[in-house]
């Protein structure tokens, strides 16, 4: 093959290309093109594989996600369970500090070597090897702790009744009024409520009189509640042992605290009208075994 230069002036010179050369750059040319598809093809591909990688990362966050809020929410409900199981420990072990305190203070034993009030004494030298406590050996360890502070319950019990003198019998036998002053203002069993106007059960009798007067114990005992409840407002609640127990509602202020031991005539706290009631006085309820009783039995005692 020839191809001829043209030039204005002088002899055309002629060039000769040889065949294979012209093959060689049209395969070239072709190979160019060719790569160029290929690399956009590749390019349109790669696009799909980030999208779909994506689209599967998307879905494993999404996966992590709910098993997070799954693990969450199982830890909560186990705290709570925990929790629950706590504040009945604490009742139980608050119940057994109000019977050591009472059977101290009837067997007349030294309060510095049984001192319900302070917490126990411990200590060591540091363990070689230390583990953090495993939910379930938590919660085993409550449920056995639990177990035992029933038993040391019992044995309180038993313990009081056995140290039961004559003089610790008088000291909680329930006797005479809730109040220095006042009078008795709605007896005790069914009557016409005072708010509600129809006939209904009356649990205890009530005193009235001055505002912010004194309320009296009874009797000796434990105070076993002091706060708010609903319909007795400010209350307290005085274990007598013997099954007995004595309950105080309406105060203006309370002067006791739960776990305080108190003596017949201590002042627990001052006459009000909080929670249910249409003027100030002292709801005053009697109970034996958990079953309210008839408080006037006890009342009479004193005359």
Not at 98 to 111: F, I, S, T, Y
Not at 180 to 209: C, E, M, N, Q
Request: charged share 25%; hydrophobic share 40%.
């Amino acid at each position: 093959m020839k191809l001829l230069l043209i030039r204005q002036r002088g002899v055309n010179p002629v060039l000769q290309v040889h065949a294979g050369y012209l093959c060689a750059a049209a395969f070239a040319l072709v190979l160019a093109f060719g790569a160029g598809a290929y690399g956009l093809l590749q390019s349109q591909s790669a696009s799909r594989v980030d999208d779909r990688l994506v689209a599967a990362w998307r879905a494993q966050v999404a996966a992590q996600e709910a098993q997070l809020r799954n693990i969450r929410d199982r830890s909560q409900a186990e705290s709570e369970a925990l929790g629950r199981q706590l504040a009945q420990v604490q009742a139980r072990l608050m119940r057994m500090e109000a019977l050591g305190q009472r059977v101290v203070a009837v067997a007349d034993l030294d309060e510095g070597e049984f001192s319900f009030d302070e917490p126990a004494a411990l200590g060591g030298p540091t363990a070689k090897r230390s583990e953090t406590l495993r939910l379930m050996d938590l919660e085993r360890s409550f449920a056995e702790l639990s177990e035992r502070l029933r038993g040391r319950e019992t044995e309180l019990d038993i313990l009081e009744s056995l140290l039961a003198d004559e003089e610790y019998r008088d000291a909680v036998a329930l006797e005479g009024r809730p109040v220095k002053w006042g009078w008795l203002s709605s007896p005790y069993g069914y009557r016409v409520d005072p708010i509600t106007g129809k006939r209904a059960w009356h649990a205890g009798v009530d005193f009235a009189g001055k505002a912010n007067s004194e309320v009296i114990a009874v009797a000796s005992g434990v105070v076993t509640f002091a706060g708010e409840r609903q319909g007795y407002g400010k209350v307290v609640e005085i274990s007598h042992g013997q099954g007995l127990l004595t309950r105080y509602g309406h105060h203006a202020s309370l002067l006791v605290e739960t776990g305080q031991i108190v003596k017949r005539g201590d002042v627990i706290g001052t006459m009000g009208s909080t929670g249910r009631s249409t003027g100030p006085h002292v709801h005053f309820e009697v109970e034996h075994l958990g079953r309210a009783v008839n408080p006037v039995k006890y009342l009479k005692r004193a005359s």
